[in-house]
């Protein structure tokens, strides 16, 4: 087999800017959600590093990775470490299958800006994520505090329930645009106007996507699903025996988790890097330009998502554990039922 | 029996449908807590930005000179007295020939001393005080690291000579 290494480079290069990328939104995501908490509580959030705070991040990175890095001697020493790094690994897994622009078309070839646009991309998502609950559960077990373990159970049986309601809201859609391939999906909703209605998914699913936007609040354990992390009850939950930069890890993660979600969510619901207009963008400017303009999109859909999520987290108290585990199993996955119902029959006979 | 008639009956009617489904009220939730984004903040900077203390506020002692920059305490031992906290002590001396221009009278405060630590900033010393030597400034307590340091001499008390500060 013959090794093409023009074709290597470019993947490598592009995985490298796709991973520094969504560590420096990751980063940024933390400095973003102190200052949102700070204005929403007319506090003004941190100023003191650089302009508007904005050294903060590194100042909080560089604090976890000179602290102290303890692992507790009653705890799973591999796994206690495996947690982290998994929990990490698997929140930078999923960016591969995301379509961050399209085809750069150049007399040399074209340049695809998706790492690997594989067929069943939602799938690997779904696979992925689930895989990211072994990274808590690890955590937890191997820290070998009880609080730890309650903590890590619910954050795994939160996950599980909410995936099963995540994925029955997604079937629906994959019925409409019969693809699993992100990149098919994207294509399908190419500008935003076409054939007297909108191309974006949100406008072909809503009900859809609200279930799967609640679903990915839980899914990310953030409010008001933060449960695993539920301060008052678990005191600091799954990483309580964490320290240094495993901490960080963890915490980290769950911000390119995040960014990541925020990204997928875009791309299946919103378009992606598509935009109203598009073509004549495309027909007036060259193909890299276009491209950055394209990626600029996708990343301004991904940052009001961002946002959002962290709105809400500001906005609504903590569901309790019973609560949670109603909305999802006995609101949730009905709704995602009926949703597929309904979309089946439009299908049938009203597209035909 | 109702004791007061401030209690409210709470309704405990089970939850519409409306309610039941959260959403009308997460975008109530969400319009109170964007609007306070463009609230206007409460925070005042504080080393940058610094609020007017009030004219009745009592601070850090001073040891006051006349204006000719001599001491104006005589070692009398009234803020002493007045002090709630004794907070004050005070070591008398008698002036020598020549030194009349360090001290205003025959008799000064070879030593004097307060202890910020037992200190309550209630003025009453500077209400004393029959020769206007001893002020409260407006100047917050700094902090230090022992409690020796907390106890202020007559040096530290001192406001800075008048003249000598000129020529300097």
Redesign the interface.
Known sequence: MQLDIAFIIEKVLLISVILLGSLGIAMYATWAERKVAA??????GP?RAGFMGLLQPMADGLKLFFKEEIIPDRSTRFLFILGPALAMLTAVMTSAVVPWGPDIVTENGVISLQVADINIGILFIFGVVSLGVYGVMLGGWASNNKFSLLSSIRAASQAISYELAMGLSLVAMLMMTGSLSLREIVEQQHGFWDGGYFTWNFFKQPLGF?IFLTCAFAELNRAPFDLPECESELNMGYHQEYSSMKLGFYLFAEYINLFISSTVIATLFFGGYNFPFMDQVAASVSPVLFAIICVLTLLTKAICIILFFM??R???PRFRYDQLMRLGWKSLIPLALVNMVITGAVILWVIK | MKLTNRSAQINRDPMTFGEKIYLPAIAKGLSITVGHIFKKKATVQYPEEKRPFSPVFRGLHILNRDEQGRERCTACGLCALACPAEAITMEAAERKAGEENLYREEKYAAKYEINMLRCIFCGLCEEACPKDAVYLSETVMPTHYSRSSFIYKKEDLLIAHPHKQESK
């Open positions: 204005v929403m509580q007319d506090r003004r100023n609200f709105f809400i500001w906005t609504l």
